[in-house]
């Protein structure tokens, strides 16, 4: 093994030979660096933080994290891959979901403070949280307390029918900067075509709850037995400005596909049709770009009336931010295995 040390504390590190590139203060904590040409990784003999990429803390002689060229699995999965099939969606979300209820609810919230391991054993939120928190920058910690305060359930989005991804993940892109933490899409025939867009959503769809569905019916109805209102995008001579419109009031807001819009099944079974007004000699907005004023106007307005958009209860934030701690990283379940594990070791 080749060696080459260095005192990385507050310097720049290149190795243009090989192309990497260590950027300032990226790296902590590490005294000596090790070059491997057969894996062509940096390892090191201390731990080694990358919070700029990641936020998490790896010790680097278990995993090559610095400089490897091989791509995490999970940064491969793209919006298509998702959408494409109900196992690609499932596979973001890891806390336990309630089950599908069909009787009203009054307020609708997706998880229970329950995460089954392998070894049959349940977790809790705060279970969780003390797992994984050792292995998460205060960076992201921070991050990640943000986003669940802003976080609401109470406004949704869903996309019926887009048959352009760059569309589909621009609106998750917004849903997500928006807090808008559930989006649904409704499948359409023109799947196939498709394209990987995971460039345009930047991520976002890590961080989102998203469902599919069959039929725009089938949306709808359990949708609406969850307290929604269905609010669809429409021109029609029936349709509510957005500006008039109470949106703290729990709303789902439908838009269509990129050619047709709004089918007539839609029109039929929403609560009502709103539009946004336009003054120029075109009427209409790019799909993607409509989605992201409604839902932007949705919270302003959310935040005029109450003072706030996220609202979650304490006891959800802290669900939701054990999810995202899930979520964070590949290895984050395994973590939370292998406490789950101690954990039964000590109680028998």
């Not at 090559?64 to 060229?69: D, F, G, P, R, Y």
Request: aromatic fraction near 6%.
């Amino acid at each position: 093994m080749e060696t080459r040390a260095h005192d990385l504390r507050g310097m720049k590190v290149e190795e243009d030979s090989i192309g990497m590139k260590v950027e300032e203060d990226s790296i902590t904590t590490a005294h000596r660096v090790e070059f491997d040409p057969s894996l062509n990784v940096l390892t090191t003999a201390h731990m080694e933080r990358d919070e700029a990429a990641t936020g998490i803390v790896v010790p680097c002689r278990a995993q090559a994290a610095v400089a490897s060229t091989e791509e995490d699995p999970q940064s491969r999965d793209t919006v298509q891959h998702l959408l494409s099939t109900s196992e690609g969606v499932s596979s973001l979300m890891k806390m336990e979901r309630k089950p599908l209820l069909h009787e009203p609810q009054a307020r609708w919230f997706p998880y229970l403070d329950r995460f089954r391991c392998g070894n049959r054993c349940v977790l809790t939120s705060a279970d969780i949280i003390e797992a994984v928190a050792p292995c998460i920058s205060e960076s992201r910690k921070q991050r990640f307390g943000n986003a669940v305060r802003n976080r609401s359930y109470s406004v949704c989005l869903v996309v019926e029918g887009l048959c352009d991804f760059g569309n589909v993940s621009a609106a998750f892109r917004s849903a997500d900067a928006l807090g808008v933490q559930s989006v649904h899409v409704v499948s359409s025939d023109a799947n196939k075509r498709y394209k990987d867009n995971r460039h345009v959503s930047m991520g976002a769809e890590k961080w989102l709850d998203i469902e599919l569905w069959e039929s725009t019916k089938e949306c709808f109805e359990r949708l609406k037995s969850r307290g929604y209102r269905i609010a669809t995008t429409h021109l029609g001579m029936d349709a509510v400005s957005i500006y008039d419109l109470d949106w703290s009031c729990p709303t789902a807001i439908v838009v269509g596909n990129e050619n047709r819009g709004i089918t007539d099944e839609a029109l039929e079974l929403s609560d009502l049709h709103c539009s946004i007004p336009m003054k120029g000699m075109v009427d209409s907005f790019n799909v993607s770009v409509a989605a992201g004023i409604l839902m932007h106007h949705a919270v302003c307005d959310r935040i005029s009336r109450m003072g706030h958009h996220g609202d979650l209860t304490v006891e959800e934030r802290q669900i939701l931010l054990a999810e995202f701690s899930l979520r964070h990283s590949n290895s984050a379940v395994s973590i939370v295995e292998d406490y789950a594990k101690r954990k039964a070791a000590i109680l028998t």
